[in-house]
């Protein structure tokens, strides 16, 4: 489900609506956008953009 970002309250509103379910719910046989249960790590990865210095920026 895809919603827009909170507002300036914080709230998010859901559409149930507009709720679907991917291929792979219904076939082995279809791509699965959906990670697996095995491929989520326990631990915390942070990783985010360096910050590259440009001369003369």
Known sequence: MYTD??????VVVLDFNKCYNPP???TPFATC???RPVNKLSIRIEAGEKMYY???H
């Open 54 to 56: 440009v001369e003369g």
């Open 24 to 26: 792979c719910v219904f």
């Open 5 to 10: 970002p909170p507002d300036s309250n914080g």
């Open 33 to 35: 956008p959906l990670p």
